[in-house]
């Protein structure tokens, strides 16, 4: 049986030991989560309501302007059908089930727009609010007895203020979801993220900068759509409304929701998919890290093993005292 030096044992144990905390370490850089606290983010109610279940939008396209790209009629579509996404993911977690019965009627001018009649809503676009201003997207309405008089106008920029960044197919799909759901009855949300760190759709400024390929899509939040269930409560007793909607009031998530943004299930998947990729990737890299550390470790032991310990230092008699001489 052979037996370790209790010096040697007392180097591999060093090594394990410091091979464990990098390897922990490695770990927790890899997997870095962020804690939020609750929130305490609000947002207030523009005091008006549609009437009716199914609202109905049109689109302006400004085809023979040189500023407009094509596709941002697409855009404004897109992002439409994506609040009615978010609707059915919220209400699978939360209940609020009449919001479902929101039916949002897109149609094109030019294309089909007898199909919306005289339209609830009326998306118009301009080249930009020029330099005076900060906005990349307005809505005006009109409210009585805190119910929406047809048509609010929503009016979304091709360029930024500064009339030299053109606005993404993303950044017009943020911007005119941030629009709708100003046309929807939604003020502004007082946090600029959520606490799973995406963007609050509602909050004032556009959180991304115009133009920037890496942009990505924002999604209504928790907070947004339990704002949508207070303006729309009545169809849960009715497809019309008969009478008045709530005055403006500030709305806060009750305890136990939790303050995210709620994306639409197929864009859910993707990201599942994303983080799956690169928690694969991490992995492997944490495989191949601790194993050269690994390797490395056993290459020391292995040395340290061949080593003979130096002899210790000869013990000194001291000097024989002499016999002395008679
Ligand atoms: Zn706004």
Request: one cysteine or more.
């Amino acid at each position: 049986m052979c037996r370790i030096p209790v010096w040697k044992r007392i180097f591999v144990l060093r090594a394990l030991v410091l091979l464990v905390v990098l390897f922990v370490s490695i770990t927790g850089f890899l997997s870095v989560s962020t804690v939020h606290a609750a929130s305490s983010a609000e947002i207030p109610t523009e005091g008006g309501t549609w009437t009716s279940s199914t609202i109905t939008i049109l689109i302006v396209p400004q085809l023979s302007a040189p500023w407009f790209k094509s596709s941002y009629t697409f855009d404004v579509n897109h992002a439409v059908s994506r609040w009615s996404q978010s609707i059915t993911a919220y209400t699978d977690i939360y209940g609020s089930n009449y919001l479902r019965d929101l039916s949002f009627v897109t149609c094109v001018s030019g294309v089909n727009d007898t199909l919306c009649g005289s339209p609830d809503i009326q998306v118009r676009f301009i080249e930009s609010f020029g330099s005076q201003s900060s906005g990349l997207g307005l809505t005006r309405y009109g409210v009585q007895n805190s119910v929406f008089q047809a048509p609010t106008i929503t009016t979304l920029v091709a360029y930024d203020p500064s009339n030299t960044t053109q606005l993404s197919d993303i950044d017009m799909v943020n911007i005119a979801s941030h629009e709708f759901g100003h046309a929807l009855g939604l003020a502004h949300a007082t946090a600029s993220l959520t606490d799973d760190g995406t963007f609050e759709l509602m909050f004032l400024s556009y959180g991304q900068a115009v133009g920037n390929p890496r942009n990505t899509l924002e999604a209504p939040s928790t907070l947004d759509l339990f704002a949508l269930s207070y303006i729309y409560d009545w169809l849960a007793t009715s497809s019309m409304l008969n009478g008045s909607g709530h005055p403006k009031t500030d709305l806060a998530l009750p305890s136990g929701a939790s303050y995210s943004s709620v994306y639409p299930y197929p864009e859910q998947l993707q990201m599942l998919q994303n983080s799956i990729s690169q928690l694969k990737l991490e992995i492997i890299i944490l495989a191949i890290v601790a194993a050269l550390l690994l390797a490395l470790v056993l290459v020391f032991a292995i040395l340290l093993s061949r080593k003979k310990p130096a002899p210790p230092p000869p013990y000194s008699w001291g000097s024989v005292p002499s016999t002395p001489t008679v």
